[in-house]
């Protein structure tokens, strides 16, 4: 049954936090995937400039744990990005076996781009909500997410 069908949802349904946050979660990828493939980027790619730019110069490995991102998948999006000119890959002094990851003049700007049309995009996924309750969903769902104690 399409999200757009006339026929209400059982009261089961309507009811159930998982599915509430499956569905507010499908709306939030969707959105979001979508506005940063308008401007040729993915989600990793946000997240490896935002770490590089917060935590400096890293390894890849470093990188996958700091970032979330699977090691498997990391090379892959740092290949991107490196053919892009947003981030240098150099030698580890200490290790010439691993490559240090650094982020370019050309990726702290693209990150400055990518960090507008984010704004942007949150605001279009919270915009029934007024300003207390957004402040309220993002506290639960840090505290639902185990993260209410980490900084922001």
Request: hydrophobic share 40%.
């Amino acid at each position: 049954m399409a999200a757009d069908s006339p026929h209400p949802r059982p009261d089961r349904l309507r009811a159930l936090p998982s599915r509430l946050l499956g569905l507010a979660s499908m709306r939030a990828d969707r959105l979001i995937g979508d506005g940063l493939a308008a401007v040729g980027a993915r989600k990793w790619h946000y997240a490896v400039l935002a770490t590089l730019q917060e935590y400096g110069p890293a390894s890849q490995s470093e990188l996958s744990r700091r970032s979330g991102i699977y090691r498997s998948d990391m090379v892959a999006v740092l290949n991107l990005l490196a053919d892009e000119g947003h981030v240098e890959r150099t030698p580890d002094p200490a290790d010439r076996r691993r490559n240090v990851i650094t982020i370019t003049e050309s990726g702290r700007r693209r990150l400055a781009h990518l960090d507008a049309l984010l704004a942007d995009l949150q605001k279009q996924l919270l915009a029934p909500l007024d300003e207390h309750e957004r402040g309220e969903l993002v506290r639960l769902l840090r505290k639902l997410t185990g993260r209410e104690d980490e900084e922001m």
